[in-house]
């Protein structure tokens, strides 16, 4: 994909930083729902296209798909895989179907038979699948920013591998169901598989809570390959600057992706990006094992790579649906259109979601000058580590600059996403034939301080705002800073139509967690553009917004 392919970890900021760059569908009708009563939204994707993309894999590692579908809940004999435990940490589970047989809920897949097993693990529409809750209406958006808690699945996860080993009648509940010609093998993998990510948990440690849509993602793909992959618990860096989960319409068609601009969408950079996603949302790479000097072995799915970008970019903003959320009114919007032209546009774009091509602009503003949180973009820029097995390499192995004793973390993040493909030369070549299609060339700083800001359409349905998520509407976020929400629910709560956002109505207290501020990482300072405007042309903008 042409953007984070897994919330804002792909990373093609890689290269970027090394100083390099390298089919219509048949539209759904205008909504429709899954089998479990989600509400799809006509996105440009067909049946076939979006069941692909919701379970197609890239190489994540979870845990082996027998082990997944014969495990219990830490505390309970109820399936892991039960839709309703697993929607309680913010998946949409669409209901069984010939394409998805287990039930899994979207964003889980299972990877090809490697090593004697079938892998489950995250894939793209895990961080990038959004739901809107409206009285009794649930509306999926495909491509959409989730609402997935990252860190509570990872803990469920561990919690019930490790339970099921402690508890005798458990493993032999699990056992059963695997039917292992050797238990105590199956004992001895298990533990291995716990240490594992339990160790990767415990390099990733913060004080930071994430909460329901969010995610430190380059702190996470940073420890994974200078930690990780290289051995070096030195190098580990706390990811405390969680970001929402960014949306992908549009993504692909940009000239750069990422909250903070840091990676272009030209050339190789998609492929890249993909292939830095499968590392980091628990990929593996064995530095250590390459055949001829040709790259790293890796969990990496590269044969999928090229089809996932192609999909996301087929993909269109989702429509307000003025069915399930109210009619729009048109002369307010005539009247925000001329605010919006006066006010925004600027910075943010108009996107044309009938052009299939569209070819557009991202604008990279500087992080003093739009006064919002700074520590993702801090965290980014001031990020080095020590090089280890990748000093005296050149970044992109036979071009690139020479990585160093010492480097930027990116540098080396790019290194190990270009090796796991140049270990499959000719599949990595047909893939990134695939993934290209025309976009803007954009120059890049190899010191990004900045935060993007991106054409708005289908900005309705990716609230909380700012990259932080620290705003829980849009007309908050008309309102000067000191005046906006210090607190709020992110979870499962009911949209506002009014404001456009998240209300103060929790429709599960257990699937909803308090946003703060006041926390490092959290503030809902900057953006004041628009702040000036009065009551009644904020009111037009916002019918405005609506329609992008």
């Known amino acids: 994909m042409t953007t984070p392919s897994w919330g804002s970890l792909g990373l093609c900021a890689a290269v970027a930083t090394a100083g390099l760059t390298a089919c219509d569908q048949t539209p759904t009708s205008q909504h429709h729902s899954t089998p479990s009563g989600l509400v799809l939204l006509d996105q440009n994707w067909d049946d076939a296209t979006r069941n692909k993309a919701w379970f197609t894999s890239f190489g994540s590692r979870v845990m082996p798909q027998s082990w997944f579908l014969a495990l219990e809940q830490p505390n309970a004999?109820?399936?892991?895989?039960?839709?309703?435990?697993?929607e309680s940490f913010g998946f949409a589970v669409p209901g069984a179907s010939a394409t998805n047989p287990d039930n899994l809920p979207i964003g889980l897949?299972?990877?090809?038979?490697?090593?004697?097993?079938?892998?489950?693990g995250l894939g793209c529409s895990g961080c990038h699948s959004g739901q809107v809750f409206y009285g009794d209406q649930r509306i999926h958006i495909d491509g959409g920013a989730a609402l997935l808690d990252f860190q509570a699945f990872e803990q469920a996860a561990i919690d019930a591998l490790t339970s099921t080993l402690e508890d005798a009648e458990k493993f032999a509940r699990f056992s059963d169901k695997i039917q292992p010609s050797k238990p105590d093998a199956l004992r001895a993998a298990m533990r291995e598989?716990?240490?594992?990510?339990t160790e990767r948990q415990h390099t990733n440690r913060t004080d930071s809570h994430y909460g329901y849509g969010r995610l430190d993602a380059f702190g996470q793909i940073f420890n994974a390959v200078a930690v990780e992959f290289l051995g070096i618990p030195d190098n580990r860096r706390e990811p405390n600057a969680p970001v929402s989960y960014p949306v992908l319409w549009d993504a692909s068609h940009l000239d750069l992706v990422q909250w903070n601009a840091s990676a272009p969408n030209a050339g190789p950079g998609p492929l890249i990006q993909n292939a830095t996603t499968a590392l980091a949302v628990f990929g593996h790479l064995n530095i250590h094992d390459n055949d001829f000097g040709l790259g790293y072995k890796s969990t990496v799915e590269i044969d999928n790579l090229g089809a996932i970008q192609d999909q996301w970019y087929q993909l269109t903003s989702p429509q307000w649906p003025e069915a399930i959320l109210g009619s729009l009114d048109q002369q307010l919007i005539a009247q925000g259109a001329?605010?919006?032209?006066?006010?925004?546009v600027q910075c943010h774009e108009l996107s044309n979601r009938n052009d299939p091509k569209r070819i557009l602009k991202s604008t990279p503003v500087d992080v003093a000058s739009i006064g919002t949180d700074p520590t993702m973009a801090h965290n980014f820029t001031g990020a080095h580590a020590k090089s280890g097995a990748f000093a005296g390499k050149k970044i992109l192995f036979a071009a690139g600059p020479v990585i160093g004793?010492?480097?930027p973390t990116i540098q080396l993040v790019a290194h190990a996403a270009v090796g796991a493909l140049l270990d499959h030369p000719l599949a990595a070549t047909w893939q990134a034939a695939l993934s290209m299609h025309q976009v803007d060339k954009?120059?890049?700083?190899?010191d990004p301080h900045y935060y993007k800001a991106r054409p708005l359409s289908g900005i309705w349905s990716s609230a909380p705002y700012l990259h932080n998520g620290s705003v829980p509407t849009?007309?908050?976020?008309?309102?000067?800073?000191?005046?906006?929400?210090?607190?709020?629910?992110?979870?499962?709560?009911e949209f506002d139509p009014t404001a456009v956002g998240l209300s103060n109505n929790l429709l599960d207290e257990s699937q909803a967690h308090r946003f703060e501020t006041r926390l490092l990482g959290n503030s809902n300072a900057g953006h004041t553009y628009g702040v000036q405007l009065s009551t009644d042309a904020k009111r037009a903008l916002i019918e405005y917004l609506k329609t992008l």
Not at 442 to 446: D, V
């Open 109 to 120: 897949t299972v990877s090809k038979p490697r090593d004697g097993h079938a892998w489950l």
């Open 77 to 86: 004999r109820t399936a892991f895989n039960n839709p309703a435990y697993l």
């Open 338 to 344: 001329d605010i919006y032209q006066r006010e925004c």
């Open 474 to 493: 849009l007309d908050a976020m008309l309102t000067q800073p000191a005046q906006r929400p210090t607190e709020f629910f992110v979870g499962k709560v």
């Open 442 to 446: 954009a120059p890049l700083s190899t």
């Open 193 to 197: 598989w716990v240490a594992s990510l």
């Open 405 to 407: 004793e010492t480097a």
